[in-house]
């Protein structure tokens, strides 16, 4: 056997060995008569969730960012480099728990069919509903770790004041733990209103997809990316716009402009630094360096992580690596922080 034959035996070996955990489960757990902080109920609300490995292992909760879904951890950059034998969850020892916040995926969401006569919800009643999901419904009395990405990692936060001895670790990736102003705000505030200023939106009573969906993907697209990445991967007008149709194309697919508004509305009254000093959990906040979402000069992460008793601020430098805000789905570049944690004493 040639050495060029060897090589790629090697590698290949390695691929498969990364992605060589159980096969996931998938779940739904319905919630009677599910109250809202605003007051609304909702007499049925289907909470939709994956696990990997068995109940167990030391169980893991990991929480998804806005508009995905807990499946979309299931990538070889994510759970290839963190689920497998000797990797540092690896599901053979831990029990994963990857739920659908409530607006996302199979759990309950506004295009069920209530439109927008489904119940506002924010932050906390998503935490809420996880928190009773893991709890009741999968019998979980304590957490290894909480770590989440993007709306998943502030969702961490809040896991962190409002459960500060369900957990011994924590870990939010990309995110910043006071309330959502500045740019941040301005980007939400552009997708909301794209939506809701679009006659054709009819007050969530369309019938097909207003154009203020499609406008409301490009400035999430802008500030969600790597300039970095995005010039070396089309370096030409042609090759940008191909791109940018694509895209746009992708991200509006199987997607629904109720449930995005929802999703954006329901960070208006996030903001878990009056409480952060009630965090008892070991934590190491991570961000990258070129996330525009929560860029570094704000100097956010360095103020606040001071408060957390236990606390640490990493942030990942740009590099060739690096994906912007989607950094914090780049498992190789901070899966050394999650060892941290789960060895620290």
Same mark, same amino acid.
């Given at each position: 056997?040639? &050495?060029?034959?060897?090589?790629?035996?090697?590698? $290949?070996?390695?691929?498969?060995?990364?992605?060589?955990?159980?096969? %996931?489960?998938?779940?739904?757990?319905?919630?009677?008569?599910?109250?809202?902080?605003?007051?609304?109920?909702? %007499?049925?609300?289907?909470?939709?969730?994956?696990?990997?490995?068995?109940?167990?292992?030391? /169980?893991?909760?990991?929480?998804?960012?806005?508009?995905?879904?807990?499946?979309?951890?299931?990538?070889?950059?994510?759970?290839?480099?963190?689920?497998? /034998?000797?990797?540092?969850?690896?599901?053979?020892?831990?029990?994963?728990?990857? /739920?659908?916040?409530?607006?996302?995926?199979k759990s309950s969401k506004p295009?069920?069919?209530?439109?927008?006569?489904?119940?506002?919800?924010?932050?906390?009643?998503?935490?809420?509903?996880?928190?009773?999901?893991?709890?009741?419904?999968?019998?979980?009395?304590? $957490?290894? $770790?909480?770590?989440?990405?993007?709306?998943?990692?502030?969702?961490?936060?809040?896991?962190?004041?409002?459960?500060?001895?369900?957990?011994?670790?924590?870990?939010?990736?990309?995110?910043? %733990?006071?309330?959502?102003?500045?740019?941040?705000?301005?980007?939400?505030?552009?997708?909301?209103?794209?939506?809701?200023?679009?006659?054709?939106?009819?007050?969530?009573?369309?019938?097909?997809?207003?154009?203020?969906?499609?406008?409301?993907?490009?400035?999430?697209?802008?500030? &969600?990316?790597? /300039?970095?990445?995005?010039?070396?991967?089309?370096?030409?007008?042609?090759?940008?716009?191909?791109?940018?149709?694509?895209?746009?194309?992708?991200?509006?697919?199987?997607?629904d402009a109720n449930d995005m508004?929802?999703?954006?509305?329901?960070?208006?009254?996030?903001?878990?630094?009056?409480?952060?000093?009630?965090?008892?959990?070991? $934590?190491?906040?991570?961000?990258?360096?070129?996330?525009?979402?929560? %860029?570094?000069?704000?100097?956010?992460? #360095?103020?606040?992580?001071?408060?957390?008793?236990?606390?640490?601020?990493?942030l990942i430098p740009i590099s060739? #690596?690096?994906?912007?805000?989607?950094?914090?789905?780049?498992?190789?570049?901070?899966?050394?922080?999650?060892?941290?944690?789960?060895?620290?004493?």
């Amino acid at each position: 056997m040639n &050495t060029r034959l060897l090589l790629h035996c090697f590698l $290949l070996g390695s691929l498969l060995r990364a992605a060589d955990y159980p096969v %996931p489960a998938e779940g739904d757990w319905v919630v009677r008569d599910f109250r809202f902080h605003t007051g609304e109920a909702l %007499p049925e609300l289907r909470l939709h969730y994956t696990t990997v490995g068995a109940r167990s292992g030391e /169980p893991v909760l990991i929480m998804h960012g806005t508009g995905g879904n807990g499946k979309g951890f299931l990538s070889d950059r994510f759970a290839g480099e963190l689920f497998g /034998p000797g990797q540092p969850l690896d599901a053979s020892k831990y029990y994963i728990v990857l /739920p659908d916040a409530i607006g996302h995926g199979k759990s309950s969401k506004p295009s069920d069919g209530l439109r927008m006569r489904f119940p506002h919800y924010d932050y906390y009643d998503m935490v809420a509903a996880d928190y009773r999901l893991v709890g009741e419904h999968l019998g979980v009395k304590h $957490l290894r $770790l909480v770590m989440g990405t993007s709306m998943g990692a502030m969702h961490t936060w809040i896991w962190g004041e409002k459960y500060p001895g369900f957990m011994d670790a924590l870990m939010p990736l990309a995110s910043a %733990p006071v309330e959502i102003g500045g740019r941040n705000r301005m980007l939400r505030r552009m997708i909301i209103d794209a939506i809701r200023k679009d006659p054709e939106w009819n007050n969530g009573d369309y019938q097909e997809e207003p154009h203020g969906f499609y406008t409301a993907q490009y400035g999430l697209l802008m500030m &969600t990316s790597s /300039p970095w990445e995005m010039y070396r991967q089309w370096p030409s007008r042609q090759e940008a716009d191909a791109a940018f149709d694509r895209l746009v194309a992708d991200r509006v697919r199987g997607s629904d402009a109720n449930d995005m508004l929802y999703q954006f509305e329901s960070s208006g009254d996030y903001n878990p630094e009056p409480d952060l000093e009630k965090i008892e959990a070991r $934590l190491i906040a991570v961000n990258s360096a070129d996330d525009e979402v929560n %860029p570094p000069e704000l100097g956010i992460l #360095e103020r606040e992580i001071k408060r957390v008793k236990h606390g640490r601020f990493v942030l990942i430098p740009i590099s060739g #690596e690096t994906r912007g805000h989607g950094t914090h789905s780049v498992a190789k570049l901070w899966k050394q922080y999650v060892v941290e944690l789960l060895t620290a004493p």
